[in-house]
């Protein structure tokens, strides 16, 4: 498995706790904070951030006004916490979708279908991305977004680098460099198909799919590697599924 990358973790954490109150030590307290940042990205999701109140959140959460602000005391500390939790789910899922195959080709073949599904299954996953940039403008979260975007960025560049130590035919580009490049595209193509799209989950997930396969081309030819399926059709060996090369 590729290593997660700590600093930008730690910073990510640091940057959270500026604005927000750390759970208690008690379970109880953890177990709150989690269901405060659930009905958070809830409310988020269905009104967006700038017209969600802390309220609706408190509302939403079903818990009283005193035990939602002691955990946190705006609702801007309430979009650090949801962005930080939602990332930090996702990056771990895209590590475990990895983790399970061999370094080089196969996790490349993983890595963009794996973020793709994220895309498609979590019903968070849109909100997260307009919040994520939406954070990003504002100069108390900035930190914490650009951080949230670094670890991305550190993984990708990861499993690039794992491919050029073992397929002799990788090409030498800068790992680091194709990484940013990759998720800048990725992030662009959520927020475009945001834009463009039909708003239902289905077509919106078809045309983001699309996008991705682009960007896994994209992906393969800069580094030189011959996708797997590419592969076994120069091999003239017959796939055994033809949708091995695709989203899942």
Not at 152 to 171: F, H, N, P, T
């Amino acid at each position: 498995m590729p290593a997660r990358p700590v600093a930008e973790a730690e910073a990510g954490r640091t940057a959270a706790r500026r604005v927000g109150r750390p759970a208690g030590p008690t379970a109880q307290g953890a177990a709150s904070r989690e269901v405060i940042v659930d009905a958070a990205a809830g409310v988020f999701a269905r009104l967006g951030y700038d017209r969600a109140r802390m309220a609706d959140i408190i509302e939403a959460s079903g818990m009283s006004k005193g035990s939602v602000y002691f955990h946190f005391d705006s609702k801007e500390a309430l979009a650090v916490a949801v962005l930080e939790d939602r990332h930090e789910r996702w990056i771990a899922a895209v590590e475990s979708a990895v983790a399970d195959v061999d370094a080089g080709q196969p996790r490349l073949s993983r890595l963009l279908p794996a973020m793709l599904s994220l895309h498609r299954e979590d019903p968070d996953a849109w909100v997260i991305s307009r919040l994520t940039q939406r954070l990003a403008d504002a100069e108390p979260t900035r930190d914490l977004a650009a951080a949230v975007t670094r670890r991305w960025i550190d993984l990708v560049a990861s499993l690039i680098r794992e491919a050029q130590g073992v397929d002799v035919s990788a090409e030498s580009v800068d790992a680091a460099a194709l990484a940013t490049v990759l998720v800048g595209a990725f992030d662009g193509l959520k927020m475009t198909v945001d834009v463009v799209g039909t708003g239902d989950r289905t077509d919106d997930g078809r045309l983001l799919a699309e996008g991705g396969a682009v960007l896994e081309r994209m992906l393969f030819e800069t580094v030189g590697i011959v996708p797997a399926e590419k592969s076994r059709q120069k091999s003239n060996v017959r796939p055994t599924s033809s949708r091995a090369a695709r989203v899942p």
